[in-house]
């Protein structure tokens, strides 16, 4: 597997070995020790799957009280994935990076607990699948704006199709210290 370490703290690429033939193609899209090794230290208590249509884009998301920790990828399609750094004190708060994961490259992202999540669907559709670190609480979740201009995330598409949710989440700055995580959480 190979390991692609980002700007921002914690967020890391990885690149699972593909064995492909005339049949198809294998691969482990999960494997805990060789996770671990990879700097991946938590517990995934639940996996998510969602399918997106061209131009969706769902998110920043967080939880405060639950942060959780997502191990992303596709299994069909391709999306632009985003982590927004969000914690408190953190020398990369505002910070963005973002990466194609598609169906053919293979690759996974993991974003940890404390950061805010998006992405945006390239493809006809998308299966987007994730593993997260805790349990998913509604009345715990939390939003950036997706085109927050201080954080400047460059989506590579001009007019998303939007939740009400997502339409109405704050910018960054708009946001108290309490409505966000902290670097110790």
């Not at 945006?120 to 997260?132: A, G, N, P, Q």
Request: aromatic fraction near 12%; proline fraction near 6%; glycine fraction near 10%.
């Amino acid at each position: 597997m190979n390991i692609i370490r980002t700007g921002l703290p914690g967020v890391i690429i990885l690149e699972p070995l593909v064995f492909g033939d005339h049949r198809g193609f294998f691969l482990e899209s999960f494997h805990a020790r060789r996770y671990r090794e990879a700097g991946i230290r938590e517990s995934f208590v639940q996996d998510n799957h969602s399918r997106s249509r061209r131009g969706v884009l769902r998110g920043l998301h967080f939880q405060l009280e639950h942060p959780q920790g997502k191990l992303v990828y596709v299994s069909s399609g391709e999306v632009f994935d985003v982590a927004v750094d969000i914690r408190r004190g953190s020398s990369t708060f505002g910070k963005w990076f973002g990466t194609v994961l598609s169906d053919s490259n293979h690759r996974q992202m993991y974003i940890p607990p404390g950061f805010a999540h998006g992405f945006c669907v390239l493809s006809e559709t998308v299966d987007f699948l994730y593993k997260c670190t805790d349990y998913y609480y509604p009345e715990d979740e939390g939003g950036v704006l997706w085109n927050d201009p201080d954080i400047g995330i460059e989506w590579p598409l001009g007019s998303p199709i939007l939740s009400e949710k997502d339409m109405e989440n704050p910018r960054l700055n708009q946001m108290t210290p309490a409505q966000l995580p902290s670097v110790d959480r």
